[in-house]
């Protein structure tokens, strides 16, 4: 009966040390990100104008979010352009990343190819991605620089222009470069995700496929691809969380010009929350539509790219491992 | 082992008998939070050596971004009186304005400053430390008056310009220094520029502004900025300038004469901070210019070709300003508040001090009778100035430019005319009306404390 009890004791305090142990990590949380996150949804309902508004605001209710959706006022143009400014460098940095990292990384773990060296470009590719986004901003606006600076001065030795090209008066030029940036930082990131992916893959089923005769392609298609689909949906959502949020490149490097072209929706916030009159309400606003519109895009990747009924989805498994058997 | 333990108590005592003796002393504590060293550093040299009733804890956030102001506003906003909270904060010239039209700052004449005492700073940083119903909330240790810089040689070989004199009677108003800019071009084929940029004369410009960006709680388009348009447009369109931006590689080729700029507009710490060690290619600022000419040999750049003139208006650039805040001076005991206005009052209108503070430093100081004390012992002639007289024109400047122009959006709506207006329409993008529509949109949806038509 003792000895029972003692042991009932014992678990009892184990897992009461096991709370302990992940207190910090939940009170951490609590402070720093839930507890901002209900405050920002309050500013949003709120008149909170400036720093000294910022506690002692009323709530004037779903004004805020009138604005920011009413096609006549200033912010709702300001607003929706800056997200389609975001979705386009979003795009042309995302689809390159993705297609890049998707064949480096079946390059990588290709028992075929076995290339020599792989560490060292795997450390090369995942480099920028350990330099801070800042430092790179910064970086690229003195490459760049006009009149004089690097990239003008070498074309121009080379011939390809005899005058300096003002690189960051161009809509394309500016959104390329920070779309190429974001490509380039975030390329081993990715590719380094896939690569754990696909080495997850059981290697019996490309022993099959290698049994079968099947082709490189067809292996990457056929097998592959489908196999890693959980991995692409946190790849994807994670990109498209990361890249709705963009903020430190466009805002070192071009501060959202020309014309505002480069002028991301988290940069509209950050300007509507810190520099003017610190309009706080109309910021955090932006931020609540900015978060439904990341949930909606990220319930969307999960819908499109996950079987949604478990049922086919056995079927389709099946008629996969036909189709190779088949072959 | 005894000896450990005597060792041991030995320490003890001495301890114990050092936070007796700190206990005894009644010490004024006071928090300073800054944005630099640079006011620790004077405070630590000159003041807290003769003040030893003081007990002073600093704190430095650097202004990367909004850091500073992020500070700032997240304490006073939230818990003002705290102890943690400054005492004295110091205000950069971008954001001063931003605080001392809010209650968080505090009414210098609280802590017991007086007209008279007041009186003797530069009418343009005083100014530009009182909120719009006049009340003094901050005093500048540093007056940074303008001038434009330009080098004598190129001024000779094209223009025929022998004398600083001469000089200032090719730019003394904008029109003449068009033309002076044209004939330059003409004169030199094209090589000499009058400025590296059209942006670069911005902060001299705008003084010539008869109201500032708010007029009655409306945003209001000065007559003088359409001209500063159109007079930029003609020195971007004729080729007049280098076509670089202030602090780019261009500004500083042309600092150190690898490209023939005639014109820099520089406040006080640009002569000393910017153009001196940008002058040669491998000056050392932490050398003194003896040493460094004896480094440098014949490759001493620019140094000595320098000049300086008024230009064609009074302007300041900078300062750094001394505040209170409002909710602890509200709080504190007499014996604080006089160490508080005992400390500010040292640091930026103690005539003796800034004397002495003026020798060692170069700098050039806020208050207007500490200044003319400095001319009157002889000036300060500037070897890298051809033996020219830095204080002579900056005193000048320092009186006549008009610190009531600023208001506290100053920083976010240069920053947006200069997007929106100056960049597109100089550089041929669009016309003058489609810019100031987009500027003012900007403007609207930004600051909608204050109204735009």
Known sequence: ????????????????????????????????????????????????????????NNIIGFENFRQLFDSNSLVSGMFWGALWNTIIIWFFNF???????????????????????????????????????????????????????PVNTLIQTLGLSNMPIEYFRSTAWSRGLISFIQWWMWC???????????????????????????????????????????????????????????????????????????????????????????????????????????????????????????????????????????? | MKKVLALILACMLLVGCMSFASAEGEKVKLVVWSFTNELQTM???????????????????????????????????????????????????????????????????????????????????????????GVQKGLSWQSTPGALMYRASLAEKYLGVKTPEEMQEKVKDWD?????????KTASEGACKMVVGSGDIWNAYQYQRSAGWVVDGKLNIDDELLDFE???????????????????????????????TLCYFLPTWGLHYTLKPHCAEGWNDKLSDEDNLAALGENIGTYGDWRMVDGPVAYSWGGTWMGINAAKAATADDAKKAAMHDLIYFFTLNDEFLTQYAADSGDFVGSAKAVETILANGGTPNPFLGGQDHYAIFASAAALANGSLMSEYDADINDLWDKFVTTPYTKGEKDLDACLADFKEQVAATITTITVE
């Open chain 1, 188 to 327: 081993g990131n990715t590719m380094i995700i896939m690569i754990a992916g696909i080495s997850g893959i059981n290697p019996s089923l490309f022993e099959a496929a290698l049994v079968d005769g099947c082709s490189s392609r067809q292996t990457f298609w056929k097998i592959t691809l489908p196999l890693i689909k959980p991995i692409l949906v946190y790849n994807l959502t994670t990109s498209l969380v990361g890249g709705l949020t963009m903020f430190d490149i466009p805002h070192m490097m071009t501060q959202g010009q020309p014309n505002n072209t480069t002028n991301t929706v988290a940069r509209f916030i950050y300007m509507q929350g810190f520099t003017g009159s610190n309009n706080f309400n109309m910021a955090s606003a932006a931020s609540v539509v900015l978060f439904g519109i990341i949930i909606v895009g990220s319930l969307l990747i999960r819908y499109i790219l996950n079987d949604h009924d478990p049922k086919p989805a056995v079927r389709h498994r099946d008629a996969n491992k036909k189709e190779v058997a088949v072959k």
């Open chain 1, 95 to 149: 689809v390159p990343q993705l297609g890049l990292a998707l064949i480096l990384a079946s390059w990588f773990t290709d028992t075929r190819l076995r290339l020599r060296g792989q560490g060292f470009f795997k450390v090369t590719i995942f480099m920028p991605n350990i330099i801070t986004a800042a430092t790179i901003g910064m970086l690229f606006m003195s490459f760049f620089a006009y009149p004089i600076g």
């Open chain 2, 176 to 184: 003449t220094f068009l033309e002076t800019a044209e004939a330059l």
């Open chain 1, 1 to 56: 009966m003792q000895a029972a009890a003692g042991k009932k004791h014992k678990s009892v305090s184990y897992s009461h040390w096991g709370y302990i142990f992940i207190a910090p990590f939940f009170i951490t949380f609590l402070i720093f990100q839930l507890y901002p996150i209900f405050f920002t949804f309050r500013t949003s309902v709120t008149d909170a104008v400036g720093w000294q508004k910022i506690l002692n």
């Open chain 2, 230 to 260: 159109e007079l930029c447009k003609t020195l971007e369109q004729d080729d007049l300038t280098h076509k670089g931006g202030a602090w780019s590689e261009v500004w500083f080729a042309g600092m150190r004469g690898e490209i023939e």
């Open chain 2, 43 to 133: 405070i630590e040299k000159y003041y807290l050596p003769n003040h030893p009733e003081l007990e002073i804890q600093f704190q430095i956030y650097p202004t990367d971004g909004h850091a500073y102001q992020d500070k700032v506003d997240g304490l006073l906003g939230s818990n003002a009186t705290s102890e943690e909270a400054p005492d004295i904060f110091t205000l950069e010239a971008a954001f001063v304005k931003h605080y001392v039209e809010m209650d968080w700052t505090g009414d210098l004449k609280d802590i017991g400053f007086t007209d008279e005492e007041l009186s003797v700073a530069f009418p343009v940083m005083a100014q530009i430390g009182q909120n719009s119903a």
